[in-house]
């Protein structure tokens, strides 16, 4: 099956009727296989599995007493993944949403089941195709290291991260689904990224933006104010560029971090897309990779400290100012990333965590906003509320 495969749905009768040695269909729990090209290959003849056609294997596989299946049988069976069945509850949840099109079934669990733990009770919901997931919830949930690997073939997380994305000989549009395929790292840890002396490098504590950025902006602010009359006149200017720091998150978020259906289909820009960002969404829970570095800060500081002069270029204090309170923007919202990932919050900042992790977990397509979703309403990127929490 093709990694980046969009998979239809089917009603159960429709898989039903797949039962002759021509088509064969068979399910397990809601996932549909066509396994018509291994009636010939099947060791105890394909008539034995057309016995099972359009039925649930689950079962049979698993039984003793007939014939106890390797890991090798499942293998064959998830190469032959064609679709989800459509339940009713599925189906039910498809009419009542505003995106129909973002619904399939959740993998089943062990026994088969489509379950979701929301508020401490299992239930049966829509997951999510484009990340795979349901809720918020699921951002948290451990992944089975090994068995990620073996079932996407794409990042071994035993392994350090970026020489497996620069040797991966991956397609754009599968990196692209994978990395968008959210992963829980061990409790939350970070995974091996260089797996040498630069480890270090690529971590950075919440607490290091304030420490590093705040004690520049304070005093670049103070030599700013020499040059103005009043403190009214330079608080102004600090605030414009506060404003103004929003709409840059926005355009970074949405245009840099997001280049995806830009980016070119190559190693070098994989890699580089994947270090800047893609990391984040392929490990959303890592505490130390979520805030910038300062290094990578400083490198993209740089040339808005050349546009704030060349825009101002009537006088320096103006344009410090306004870099200054750009700077601080961009401390207020590094924190509050961190803090809607791992902190629980007031009212208002709670409606903004629900919001951002629907970016990680429904559509990351859309909501670029992260301090405000004023951005996201004005050019219209603002995210459509969840479909269903529950069914």
């Known amino acids: 099956m093709s990694p980046s495969r969009t998979l239809p749905t089917f009603l159960q009768v429709e ?24 009636l010939d290959s099947h060791p105890g003849g394909g008539e034995l599995i057309v ?21 090798a049988a499942y293998e064959v069976l998830e190469d ?9 509850k599925v189906m039910n949840a498809a009419v009542k949403s505003q995106r129909p099109d973002q619904i399939v079934p959740l993998p089943p669990t062990t026994d088969g089941m489509l379950e979701v733990e929301e508020d401490n009770a299992p239930d049966r919901v829509p997951v999510f195709k484009a990340t795979g997931m349901s809720s918020a919830a699921d951002l948290e949930r451990e992944t089975d290291l090994t068995h990620d690997y073996k079932t996407h073939k794409f990042l071994d997380l035993n392994r350090p991260l970026l020489m497996q994305v620069w040797y991966g000989g991956f397609s754009k549009d599968f990196y692209l689904e994978q990395i968008h395929r959210p992963r829980h790292y061990k409790g939350g840890e970070s995974a091996p990224l260089f797996g040498n002396f630069l480890e270090p490098l690529s971590k950075t504590a919440w607490w290091v933006v304030p420490t590093v950025w705040l004690p520049p902006v304070a005093y670049g602010t103070y030599i700013a104010s020499k040059g103005f009359s009043t403190i009214g006149g330079e608080a102004a200017y600090w605030f414009l ?17 997001h280049l995806d259906k830009w980016l070119p289909d190559n190693r070098v820009a994989l890699t580089a897309h994947f270090l800047l960002h893609g990391i984040h969404h392929y490990l959303p829970m890592d505490k130390l990779r979520l805030v910038m570095p300062p290094t990578l800060f400083l490198a993209l500081a740089t040339p ?14 103006v344009a410090t100012a306004v870099f200054c309170g750009g700077i601080f923007g961009y401390i207020c919202y590094d924190l509050t ?7 629980t919050l007031p009212s208002y900042w709670r409606e903004l965590k629900k919001y951002h992790l ?6 990351y397509e859309n909501g670029f906003g992260v301090t405000s979703r004023f951005w996201d309403v004005i050019f219209g990127t603002q995210l459509a ?7």
């Open 358 to 363: 629907q970016h990680h977990f429904m559509d």
């Open 51 to 71: 016995e099972y056609g359009g039925k649930d294997i689950t079962d049979i596989l698993k039984d003793e007493d007939s014939h106890t299946h390797s890991d």
């Open 241 to 257: 560029g506060l404003f103004l720091w929003t709409l840059v998150e926005y355009v970074l978020h949405r245009f840099l971090f």
């Open 304 to 317: 808005f400290w050349k546009l704030a002069h060349a825009v101002f270029y009537w006088d320096w204090c």
């Open 337 to 343: 990333h961190y803090f809607l990932h791992h902190r």
């Open 80 to 88: 032959s993944l064609v679709g989800f069945v459509a339940t009713e």
């Open 385 to 391: 509320p969840p479909p269903m929490k529950t069914l």
């Open 15 to 38: 898989v039903a009727a797949h039962n002759t040695e021509k088509s064969c269909y068979v399910t397990m729990g809601t996932r549909v296989f066509d396994i018509t090209d291994f």
